[in-house]
């Protein structure tokens, strides 16, 4: 088993920044690929980023070159870097780890990233 846990989430300005920061334990040598997935109200939850365990990366086209997803498999954590960010931001961002080992996708309880004034 995997277990997930987010934090960083919070209120910020737009145009403004925020780190949110994932930490993994449980059976983290299964974990392959990483990402960040986020719900805003009334959508679909969509993936916003995702990593791969030798650094490969992969963004939606709406966070490209805004957000920048890192991981760090010693520490067992993933982190997501958000810079000019914008309202259509506002979501719950959720942690994800896929292991085909246990062909399992864990979650972790999300974070809320509300970007307002």
């Known amino acids: 088993q995997v277990q997930l846990v987010e934090s960083g989430g919070g209120l910020v300005q737009p145009g403004g920044s925020l780190r949110l920061s994932c930490a993994a334990s449980g059976s983290t040598f299964s974990i392959d690929t990483m990402g960040w997935y986020r719900q805003a109200p009334d959508k679909e939850r969509e993936l916003v980023a995702a990593i791969t365990g030798s650094g490969g990366t992969n963004y939606a086209d709406s966070v490209k070159g805004r957000f920048t997803i890192s991981r760090d498999n010693a520490k067992n954590t993933v982190d997501l870097q958000m810079n000019s960010l914008k309202p259509d931001d506002t979501a719950v961002y959720y942690c994800?780890?896929?292991?085909?080992?246990?062909?399992?996708?864990?979650w972790g309880k999300g974070t809320l990233v509300d970007v307002s004034s």
């Open positions: 994800n780890a896929d292991s085909r080992l246990y062909r399992m996708k864990y």
